[in-house]
C-alpha cells in the first residue's frame, strides 16, 4: 500500500498508481508524465518549482529546449484533469519562477486584493469572477451568465442614452 499525498480536504493522491480518491474513493487516474509532475508539485506545494527543476526531474534531461513545450501541454492537461473533479486546488504559473501547486480559494483572495488596488472601470466585474472561483461549477455559470447580461444590459443603457442626447 502506498503513501498518500493530501491535494486538498479530503483528497488524495496516491503517487505510486497516479490515483485521485475523495474519501476513499477513487475519482480519477493521473498517468505518466503529468503523474510525475504533479507528485514533484505536491512535494513542493505552494513552493514555486523551476520548469528547469521538472524538466529534469521527469524527463532526466537539463535541456529546456527539447521539453519545455512538453512541458506546458503537460500542465495544460493536468489543469484540465484537476478541473474535471472540481477540486479547490489549482496550478499558477511565474513567468521566471516555474509552477505552484496552491489552494484556488487563498489565490482567489489574492486576485481580489489586487485588483482593489488597481482598480478601474470593471474591477467589479473583475472582483466578482475572480470570487467564482470559489463557487461550484454551475453556481459559477449562473453568475457568470448574470454578469454577461448585465453587461449587454449596461452597453445598451449607454448606447440609447448616446442617441437620445
Not at 514533484?40 to 519545455?68: A, Q
Not at 513545450?69 to 474535471?84: N, P
Request: with cysteine.
Amino acid at each position: 500500500m502506498g503513501d498518500y499525498m493530501e491535494l486538498d480536504v479530503g483528497y488524495s493522491f496516491k503517487a505510486e498508481d497516479g490515483s485521485i480518491t475523495h474519501n476513499g474513493c477513487e475519482l480519477l487516474s493521473i498517468t505518466g508524465i503529468r503523474q510525475e509532475i504533479l507528485k514533484l508539485l505536491l512535494t513542493n506545494k505552494n513552493k514555486f518549482v523551476p520548469r528547469v527543476e521538472i524538466i529534469e526531474v521527469v524527463w532526466g534531461n537539463t535541456d529546456t529546449s527539447l521539453y519545455n513545450s512538453s512541458l506546458t501541454q503537460q500542465i495544460y492537461l493536468l489543469r484540465k484533469d484537476l478541473a474535471k473533479i472540481d477540486i479547490n486546488i489549482k496550478i499558477i504559473s511565474h513567468h521566471h519562477q516555474g509552477y505552484k501547486l496552491c489552494n484556488a480559494y487563498s489565490d482567489a483572495l489574492k486576485r481580489e486584493t489586487y485588483l482593489h488596488s488597481h482598480s478601474n472601470n470593471c474591477s467589479f466585474k473583475k472582483t466578482v469572477i475572480a470570487k467564482l472561483r470559489d463557487f461550484p461549477i454551475i453556481t459559477r455559470n449562473i453568475f457568470q451568465l448574470i454578469i454577461f447580461i448585465i453587461t449587454i444590459l449596461n452597453s445598451f443603457i449607454v448606447t440609447y442614452l448616446l442617441i437620445i442626447r
